[in-house]
């Protein structure tokens, strides 16, 4: 019999994921052309030509028992000192190889962390909307997620309300920025507040509270805005970053935790970090992956295609008479229900072939999201899909 933790997993198993398969089945009954899949952050755009030239490379130059062997769970040196360079080159910081641990993935590396840093009962603090995963994530350790409500019509994170949240079995606050759901990127007076509060927080319950930054989307911005890069702004965070957006390649899992040399028990949480790496399952990031990483760190997929689709997609639904908010990065487009149940909304856009997700997933009810990393075709043909939507409540 599968664990009663297991069967609650199962109650509360992935909306857009359920979405992502009810879309193909609706395909098999009415043509994949005339379903309009937006459930998933599946990129669209290929990967830099880089990426496969990096990997032909290596497989032809490299030792075989290197590329495909084991190394240190945290990952080859060589590829960690190249992140840390790389990091340092881009953003003024002063990481040094030690403190970057390769992971499977962003989602591996949030993994990771939350197994070194909680027991039992304690508590981690996010703000919504958030995805979806972090409180399976949290709940994988027996500890708590503590959302802090929305913030709209921002959505920067209501940082204001966090020193009320903060008890003495808060560990941790995950950020996401830029932010999925709704594409908002925090900005730097949004991190520095939160700093101040936090510093006044870990004096009053007298231990390290981490934030953990979940960064697969940095790169993908637009309109000339810049992300704050994290560790300028708090001390105590540990950043998680994954190639699977920046590159276009999520399956195959392939990212790394960044801690800066200021975080308080550097040593201890460096040594815990690379246990929990392999006690979870992982061992090692994948070994080629890793390999290729080093050679394509200043590669970057085809932003410019997003744009496209951002543009379109949010003047399209606007005119229609949707009241949208302007993504500034990630590739999702949040849109506030015509009816206050945002399913009701959702089950009345599968009538005209159109797969949503509700935001109530991401602890904001009252929205949906629409991932617009699809092709630019689609989107165009989804056009009076929409607009027969929007005739259902605006008429």
Request: proline share 6%; glycine share 6%.
């Amino acid at each position: 019999m599968i664990s009663k933790s297991m069967e609650q997993l199962m109650k509360g198993n992935s909306v857009i994921r359920a979405l992502f398969e009810e879309g193909k089945e609706m395909a098999k009954e009415v043509g994949a052309e005339n379903v309009y899949d937006f459930s998933l952050g599946n990129p669209s755009v290929p990967a830099p030509e880089a990426v496969g030239t990096a990997i032909k490379k290596i497989l032809k130059n490299e030792n075989s028992l290197y590329v495909h062997g084991y190394m240190s769970n945290a990952g080859y040196e060589e590829v960690r000192e190249a992140v840390a360079q790389n990091l340092n080159q881009r953003f003024g910081t002063d990481f040094e190889w030690e403190g970057i641990l390769m992971t499977v993935g962003a989602a591996g590396g949030l993994n990771v962390v939350l197994r070194t840093l909680l027991d039992p009962g304690d508590e981690v603090i996010c703000f919504a909307p958030f995805f979806g995963e972090y409180r399976n994530y949290v709940h994988n350790y027996q500890a708590n997620l503590v959302v802090i409500p929305p913030n709209p019509p921002s959505f920067q994170p209501n940082v204001d309300m966090l020193a009320e949240m903060i008890t003495e079995r808060t560990k941790a606050v995950i950020i996401n920025n830029p932010n999925n759901p709704t594409g908002v990127v925090y900005s730097a007076e949004t991190l520095d507040r939160l700093e101040v509060i936090l510093k006044a927080a870990e004096e009053r319950i007298g231990h390290p509270i981490y934030v953990i930054s979940d960064e697969p989307y940095r790169e993908l911005v637009y309109d000339g805005v810049e992300v704050p890069f994290m560790t300028k702004h708090i001390r105590n965070c540990i950043i998680g970053y994954s190639f699977s957006k920046s590159l276009s390649l999520p399956g195959e899992r392939i990212g790394y935790l960044a801690v800066p040399k200021a975080a308080d028990d550097y040593e201890s949480l460096l040594e815990g970090l690379a246990i929990a790496n392999r006690v979870l399952g992982f061992v090692n990031a994948p070994s080629l992956q890793q390999l290729m990483i080093r050679e394509c760190l200043n590669e970057q997929t085809d932003v410019a295609a997003y744009d496209k689709n951002r543009k379109f997609l949010y003047e399209s639904l606007k005119d229609m008479g949707f009241e949208c908010v302007k993504p500034e990065g990630a590739f999702y487009l949040f849109v506030k229900s015509p009816v206050a149940d945002e399913k009701a909304f959702v089950a009345e856009a599968k009538k005209h072939h159109l797969l949503l997700v509700p935001a109530s997933s991401f602890g904001c009810p009252g929205y949906v999201r629409i991932a617009y990393c699809v092709s630019y075709d689609m989107i165009k043909r989804s056009m009076p899909a929409f607009k027969a939507l929007a005739e259902v409540y605006f008429g």
